[in-house]
């Protein structure tokens, strides 16, 4: 009986599906552990074999802990709403849900024919209503929350009213909105509902206020940072401009500390640590304020360096600062506004990666130095961003970089702050330059200047000291239909939760998915959808992190119709053990998870600081282009002639890429070529040895590019184990690596080598109930051992290699013993699962899968070395190999050679002057 991968795989995810095999309950008599993928959005294009690169490396770890006695849980589900199945609505009219479920049923296919073994009972949705009812129910504890800097927690926003009500705002520590009123219990009792409100709005963990924000036209809705790139939206390459809307905000800029803080405490890659880190951004300085008279209002900047404030020669706002329109003269208007129209087109990125240009507008106004009382100019720049800080820059040319580059440009004041002439040295606070232009700390070092000025500035009120993060709050409103419903309805343009009985709040139905012609977001199209008839509902949709940055709770208890989970089910899986995904997730999913898992925690429903105990960012796999080079006329006109590649160097030749399904090691199917592409029916070819040899690069995969390979395609040729294997095998998980469908043939060879083991000449199933030799439990344990150390430290291409070596040692050897195959093939199970199973039934272990056998205990008395094959010298040269006992001395193994047939054959009579031994290395014998 032949390996036959299609009818073997086919028949056991059958069975896997048919026994739920891999299905979790919440048992206490294992030890739990969960592993988790971030799970995908389903695009219409699949998967192809990039894609299941971390989902293997996390089966492979789950099925290896549950042959380790673990209760794992290894949960699937899709992040199904999001902004591409909204476009592709636009376009044809069809409902989202419709294009979803049909990418979600291709995935559901793929994913299965892979051979995962995910515990579908739990899969989850974010566009089912049944999920989206508890990100709604999240909102409205967010909503219903504020943040107790006394207490370092979240706590319900009903502490906060019962204070306001018996003590006013005094003594109040809370993460708020920087104008909040001041007033005593009475004054609070005596406000309007509305007054009431709208000041709790402003210490809310979520709130709605004015924000700045990408605005993309063409589709219609405001999009994150990481949604645009180089001025465009991502999807679509349209134009976004920077503009002011009332937005949904998250107050995740309350955690910052604790997110910070947190890092400490997990097992995450520390380039991507480092990227959170930066991206919180904590800064230790002072606020400082400069007067602005004219208007009775004060410019509040904040700076890590308040010692340089001698050296501010002029103020710089963000173009889209508050104060610009009433700062600036008639004088300035038309260029300052000019200016702030051709910044409104930049996004905030590229505005903070575009260090080398200056540019900028005066205002034609003048502020008051808040110690000299000077007056400094004000500018406006794209180099500050309304959405870091204050919005406002206090400008030192002689301490800062882009300051400097700013004052040359408009031949702006350089005012010397130290006996440093350096620029860099002048703003290191390390140095023991002393400031020599003020009398006030003329002469003083950093360590002791700063604190002198903070206290100067707080006696006149102009400064304080404060700690910074470069972090803003999450915009959490996207003007587009395919999202959750916010659950708020309007009265007296104040917003109210529904209640929460009232949830799910569902998603209308709509005409067009596009927004209404007087500009509302497209649930503006919706007839007849007001709160109790009356009410305007909010027509902003949640963003697309809101449904994944709480889904690992959904897994842990998804059928549940009353909690988002279950206290017994939350504290029985905790936080996830080990969860896999890509790093483009640094500053965006991952940080917005745990800032709602740290929020839960706040409120009571479970006890985990963070949500991932350990992380890893799986590499990219990318893929290998294959082209061909068409041949140019003299006028540099393309031909339908193409020339194999070592002959291009002869001709004149463009290359052009290929599709890699019609290439195999590098050489071309000319008749499929031929039906690739219509203008290439008549084709010709010269050949070199009678092939047409494609060139080779590697690239991302891309369908532009014709280099994705679908998985489909090779588990058809090859199986799913075969896939499975040689994706580890291309080299190490985390790191980047070229698929190349060349070599995967090797990995194919060796399963049906594995497969032959159990298997005599003719074919029939023939494994030995005798004893194993020594080699051959040597050849086991040595993988057992293996495997074990490589899954532990997720080095899984070194295992395929052992594997490989193993199975080579055993057909050497000849090997058929039941007591060798029988563990070799439950340590092979977690990379190839499908040929474990059958091997494992045909050795008599059905039924029952393999999938809960007890993992081999190493055992390493089989690999002690108990003889040695020694090489013997006559004179020095080399004639024979002589195994011999490890424990045995020099006159046993003189009396062993004296008896030796063979060695006395070598000595051919001749006196013996002398023996040399080392043991365990030579023998040397001196005639």
Not at 670 to 677: G, I, N, P, S, T
Not at 746 to 775: C, I, M, Q, T
Request: net charge negative; aromatic share 12%.
């Amino acid at each position: 009986m032949e390996y036959n991968h299609q009818s073997i795989e086919q028949k056991w995810q059958k069975y896997w599906a048919t026994n739920q095999t891999f299905k979790t309950e919440e048992s206490t008599e294992k030890p739990k552990y969960y592993v988790l993928d971030m799970f995908p959005y389903p695009s219409g294009a699949g998967l192809h074999v990039g894609h299941p690169l971390g989902y293997i490396a996390s089966d492979i770890f789950s099925r290896y802990k549950r042959l380790k006695g673990f209760n794992v849980l290894h949960p699937m589900g899709y992040d199904s709403f999001g902004l591409p199945a909204e476009q592709y609505a636009i376009q044809t009219g069809q409902h989202p849900a419709i294009t979803t479920e049909t990418n979600i049923q291709r995935y559901r296919e793929q994913l299965d024919n892979i051979g995962f073994s995910y515990d579908w009972s739990r899969e989850v949705r974010t566009s089912n209503a049944d999920y989206y009812h508890w990100t709604q129910w999240i909102f409205m504890k967010a909503f219903d929350a504020w943040y107790n800097k006394a207490a370092d927690r979240a706590e319900s926003i009903s502490t906060l009213v019962d204070h306001f009500a018996s003590q006013g705002s005094a003594g109040i520590q809370a993460e708020s909105d920087e104008e909040v009123l001041s007033f005593t219990a009475d004054e609070w009792n005596a406000f309007s509902e509305e007054v009431q409100q709208t000041e709790l709005l402003k210490y809310r963990l979520a709130y709605l206020r004015e924000s700045t924000v990408n605005w993309c036209a063409a589709l219609g809705t405001v999009l994150a940072n990481d949604e645009v790139i180089n001025g465009v939206s991502e999807r679509g390459g349209y134009p976004v401009e920077q503009k002011k809307m009332m937005q949904w905000s998250m107050r995740i800029t309350a955690y910052a500390d604790r997110l910070l803080r947190g890092l400490h405490t997990i097992d995450w890659p520390e380039p991507l640590v480092e990227m959170q880190r930066n991206w919180i951004g904590k800064s230790v300085g002072a606020s400082v304020k400069f007067p602005v008279p004219q208007l009775n209002e004060n410019i509040e900047v904040f700076t890590t360096r308040v010692d340089t404030i001698f050296g501010v020669s002029f103020v710089v706002l963000a173009p889209e600062h508050e104060l610009v329109a009433a700062l600036t003269t008639d004088a300035q208007r038309g260029d300052v506004e000019s200016y702030i129209e051709k910044t409104s087109k930049k996004s905030e990125l590229d505005r903070m990666a575009d260090a080398k240009t200056v540019s900028g507008a005066f205002t034609g106004s003048y502020a008051k130095h808040p110690i000299t009382g000077e007056d400094v100019q004000i500018w406006i720049a794209d180099y500050v961003l309304a959405s870091y800080g204050t919005g406002a820059v206090m400008a030192v040319p002689s301490g800062d970089q882009r300051d400097y580059l700013f004052a040359q440009h408009f031949n702006l004041p350089i005012i010397p702050i130290s006996d440093s002439q350096d620029i860099s040295e002048a703003a290191d606070p390390n140095k023991d330059g002393k400031y020599i232009n003020s009398d006030f700390i003329n002469g003083m070092n950093y360590q002791e200047a700063v604190p002198a000025l903070i206290e100067r500035l707080e006696a006149l009120k102009l400064g304080k000291a404060k700690i910074n993060f470069r972090m803003r709050d999450a915009i959490f409103g996207r003007q587009r239909y395919w999202g959750e419903p916010v659950p708020v309805y309007f009265k007296n343009n104040l917003p109210y939760l529904i209640k929460e009985e009232e949830l799910p709040l569902l998603l209308p139905e709509v005409d067009k998915y596009l927004p209404t012609e007087t500009g509302e977001p497209p649930l503006g199209r919706a007839e007849g959808w007001k709160y109790q008839d009356e009410y305007d509902y909010e027509l902003s949709t949640m963003p697309g992190w809101a449904g994944s940055s709480w889904y690992w709770f959904r897994y842990m208890d998804p059928k549940n119709e009353n909690q988002f989970a279950s206290p017994e089910a939350v504290d029985y899986w905790k936080a996830v053990d080990l969860y896999i995904g890509g790093s483009e997730h640094a500053t965006g999913h991952l940080l917005y998870s745990r800032f709602w898992n740290k929020f839960l925690k706040d409120m009571g429903y479970h006890n985990e600081e963070e949500p991932f105990k350990k992380l890893i960012n799986q590499g990219m796999i990318q893929g290998r282009s294959n082209f061909v080079y068409r041949l140019l006329d003299e006028e540099g006109r393309g031909t339908n002639t193409f020339v194999s590649l070592g002959l291009r160097d002869q001709y004149k030749t463009l290359p052009l890429h290929v599709d890699v399904n019609i290439v195999s090691n590098d050489v071309l199917d000319l008749a499929k070529f031929k039906q690739f592409r219509p203008d290439f029916a008549d084709a010709e070819f010269i050949l070199e040895n009678g092939k047409y040899i494609c060139g080779t690069e590697v690239e991302k995969m891309s369908k532009s590019k014709y280099n994705v390979v679908n998985p489909d395609d090779i588990i058809s040729q090859y199986g799913a184990d075969t896939l499975r294997l040689y994706e580890m095998f291309l080299g190490p998980l985390e790191q980047a690596k070229p698929w190349n469908t060349n070599g995967i043939e090797g990995v194919y060879k060796f399963l049906r080598k594995v497969w032959r083991l159990f298997h005599d000449a003719e074919g029939n199933f023939h494994v030995s109930d005798e004893e194993p030799s020594k080699a051959e439990f040597k050849a086991l344990h040595k993988i057992i051992k293996k495997v074990e150390d490589d899954i532990e430290r997720f080095s899984f291409n070194t295992s395929v290699s052992a594997f490989m070596i193993c199975v080579n040692e055993l057909t050497d050897l000849k090997c058929n013993k039941r007591a060798i195959l029988q563990d070799l093939i439950i340590v092979l199970e977690s990379y190839a699962p499908h040929i474990a199973e059958e091997l494992w039934s045909l050795l008599g272990n059905a039924p029952g899968s393999i999938s809960y056998a007890q993992y081999p205990t190493f055992n390493p008395a089989y690999l002690v070395e108990s003889e040695f094959a020694y090489p013997v010298s006559i004179n020095g040269k080399m004639k024979m190999n002589l195994p011999l006992a490890l424990d045995l001395d020099q006159p046993a193994v003189e009396a062993i050679l004296k008896d030796n047939a063979e060695v006395q054959k070598y000595i051919d009579g001749k006196a013996v002057k002398k023996i040399i031994f080392v043991k365990g290395k030579i023998i040397n014998i001196v005639v």
